[in-house]
């Protein structure tokens, strides 16, 4: 990371600093006072916003996961499929039925290599989780097939 000052100066309640970040997005960071080293209280400042875009983006996926299943379409411009699948981990654990069945749905459009790597499973492991996921999605499926009966 290496945030480019463009501008920098006092304001009336600190100091300012106009800068482009390295995905070339400009931003003004806002400080109470000036900073003894600038530009690393600026790289600083980067880290912050691109730990903020990686938080929304896995958040937005998992919850695109959640509600849309199979149909789900997830990105991974600001976080890496490792911090994904360990965040799903972690969220799989508090979501609702439907939420659960609608993950397994999304997880059978993979294929047996993506799964593999993703969880670090060997093709024994892949198999039983694949028929457990399918369960899940079989489940779902009844479910909403009774709406409305």
Do not use: W
Not at 3 to 29: F, H, K, M, N, S
Not at 36 to 49: S, Y
Not at 130 to 142: C, D, F, G
Request: charged letters at 15%; a negative charge.
């Amino acid at each position: 990371m290496a945030a480019t000052i463009l501008e920098q100066g006092p304001v009336c309640d600190g100091y300012d600093v106009r800068l482009r970040l390295a995905d070339g997005r400009l931003r003004r960071a806002h400080f109470t006072a000036q900073p003894e080293n600038i530009q690393a209280a600026c790289d600083a400042f980067e880290a912050q916003l691109l730990a903020g875009d990686t938080a929304q983006e896995i958040a937005a996926n998992i919850a695109a996961v959640a509600t849309l299943g199979a149909t789900a379409a997830v990105t991974f411009v600001s976080s890496t499929v490792p911090q994904n699948v360990a965040a799903l981990r972690v969220a799989f654990l508090l979501m609702k039925s439907e939420q659960v069945c609608r993950t397994a749905e999304f997880l059978l459009t993979l294929t047996d290599t993506q799964i593999k790597n993703a969880f670090s499973m060997n093709q024994t492991q892949c198999d039983a989780f694949q028929i457990r996921l399918a369960s899940k999605v079989e489940a779902l499926t009844t479910m909403l097939n009774q709406v409305g009966e």
